[in-house]
């Protein structure tokens, strides 16, 4: 009796600790997950050290036992994870993702730059919580979620954010009842909607115990591996959760893949599991950003196998480091740039990758990395202390240029920006896109509009230089001039346009290229 109460103790206690934890943890009971790996090794470490303090005669078979099936499953281990390695995988590894080529011009043309969308997630929040403030029964029971998932939502870019419990108590007092409202702030206008909900939300990620949106597809799947459930709504405005499904490519601890997702519908808590061939257009996040990021990451490095990738590093590339999202056709895309891991100057182009399908187009641009585009920004307002948020690139009258906001300590943002994409230099800041842009253009603005394109040429000219001023606009210097025989029009060349603008006085005689007013090149002759 006594050897079987030992037995039960050193067996028994470590497996309802684990129980707890698992609980907890939310492991998926599966081969593919290394948190099930680390539990088994530690339950059976723990139940040989029992074994020796309860019963020593049985402890040697114990430990006997529990060393030969750490030791096996280490070696099995090692096996799993060196053959689905980059090492012996590498062609495997970049074909997780691969690229069709984009139309630039067609893809991301854009003829008014107040429709580009600017609220981030900090401005989202803001906007959401004042909204909230204004129904003041709600305050004392319901924050808003800090989520705001950004989606495409009837053709706009839009954040959803529930609303969230704002304690355990609150959550028992209205559990029952559920939550009953979510939070959309337009990423265009900033226009923020309390939705009143028909069926409220009773699973969510404040939820405890069953009513956790995580814990109730764990407990219906816990075999299943799937990543962070997302907050998103249909077409009819519904909420749901989307929990993207991955499993293991190449051997059981190679790398995650998406294979298909559960949608589930927040206010009933039903489970619908679909692959990614089936997947409902109105869904958005169904690759989780950093899985895309270090996809293209594989893609760029391994094309060439994996010793070209330590060694020679030829043709090597990776992403931009930081990403940003934009709504094109209704789908959600993330957009990051390229750039050869042998120099940071400059990028090499840049890809959008489709959050629901993952199709990536590539677009073979030269630029200069966001990262530059961000610190000229910043340098453009200097004495601020503003900070970039991470750009999105257009093309703007033919030519790329990135968009960018300009936050302040508190995470406000203050100011935006257009930089130029192949010259960093050449920056326009304002408190409005509008602006930013007209600073940019020189306060030539585009009048295009979607049912009439207006088509501009530019023009060139030589002359004399009459008279000529110059101001700082926003971080730079702006030359303001006037040509022999042309008084009444008065000419704007940026410095940024050429570096021998300082030097070019009244007198000088030039030849420039110009649309309409703004000068686009100078050269003195």
């Not at 391994?302 to 931009?320: D, E, F, P, T």
């Not at 509009?449 to 210097?477: L, R, W, Y």
């Amino acid at each position: 009796m006594k050897n079987w109460k030992s037995v039960a103790i050193a067996y028994g206690l470590p497996a309802v600790v684990l129980l707890g934890y698992w609980y907890s943890a939310l492991t998926p009971v599966s081969i593919q997950s290394p948190e099930f790996w680390t539990n088994m090794f530690l339950y059976l470490v723990a139940s040989a050290a029992l074994m020796n303090v309860f019963d020593r005669s049985k402890a040697d078979k114990v430990n006997k036992v529990s060393g030969a099936i750490i030791g096996i499953s280490i070696v099995f281990l090692i096996g799993g994870m060196l053959f689905g390695s980059q090492i012996f995988r590498a062609k495997d590894y970049a074909s997780l993702i691969t690229h069709t080529e984009g139309n630039f011009e067609e893809d991301l043309s854009i003829t008014d730059p107040s429709q580009i969308p600017t609220i981030d997630r900090d401005m989202a929040e803001r906007l959401g919580s004042r909204k909230l403030g204004e129904v003041l029964n709600l305050v004392s029971q319901f924050d808003v979620s800090t989520e705001y998932t950004q989606i495409a939502y009837k053709g706009d870019s839009v954040r959803v954010s529930p609303l969230e419990y704002v304690s355990f108590f609150r959550w028992l007092n209205n559990r029952a009842d559920g939550i009953p409202h979510y939070v959309t702030v337009d990423m265009v206008t900033g226009d923020s909607e309390l939705v009143n909900l028909e069926k409220n939300i009773h699973y969510s990620h404040s939820g405890y115990f069953g009513d956790d949106i995580t814990r109730h597809i764990f407990f219906n799947y816990p075999t299943v591996m799937f990543e962070n459930p997302v907050f998103e709504l249909d077409e009819e405005g519904n909420p749901y959760y989307i929990a993207p499904i991955v499993e293991k490519k190449f051997s059981f601890m190679g790398p995650k893949e998406v294979v298909g997702v559960f949608v589930v519908d927040a206010s009933s808590g039903d489970i619908t599991r679909y692959s990614v061939a089936d997947v409902p257009d109105w869904v958005d996040r169904v690759f989780p950003a950093n899985m895309v990021m270090t996809q293209i990451n594989y893609n760029g490095q391994y094309q060439g196998g994996y010793l070209n990738s330590v060694i020679s590093k030829k043709g090597v590339i990776q992403n931009a480091q930081g990403y940003n999202y934009i709504v094109l056709n209704d789908d959600l895309y993330l957009y990051t740039g390229l750039t050869s891991v042998a120099s940071d100057e400059s990028n090499i182009g840049f890809v959008l990758v489709n959050s629901r399908t993952k199709e990536s187009k590539r677009y073979n641009i030269s630029t200069a990395t966001e990262w530059s585009a961000m610190e000229s920004a910043q340098g453009s307002v200097q004495e601020k202390g503003y900070i970039s948020t991470f750009p999105l690139l257009f093309n703007m009258e033919s030519k790329p240029v990135y968009q960018l906001s300009l936050k302040d300590d508190a995470g406000l943002i203050k100011m935006y920006a257009f930089v130029n994409a192949t010259n960093y230099q050449k920056v326009g800041t304002g408190n409005s896109l509008a602006a930013a842009w007209n600073a940019y253009t020189g306060g030539v603005v585009s009048t295009t509009t979607d049912e009439e394109e207006e088509v501009v040429e530019t023009e060139t000219i030589s002359g004399a230089i009459t008279a000529m001023e110059s101001v700082v606009i926003d971080g730079e210097t702006t030359y303001y001039f006037t040509l022999e025989g042309d008084a009444e029009t008065i000419y704007i060349a940026k410095v940024s346009i050429d570096k021998q603008l300082p030097f070019i006085k009244a007198g000088d005689s030039v030849t420039i290229e110009v649309d309409g007013a703004r000068v686009v090149s100078i050269i003195k002759q």
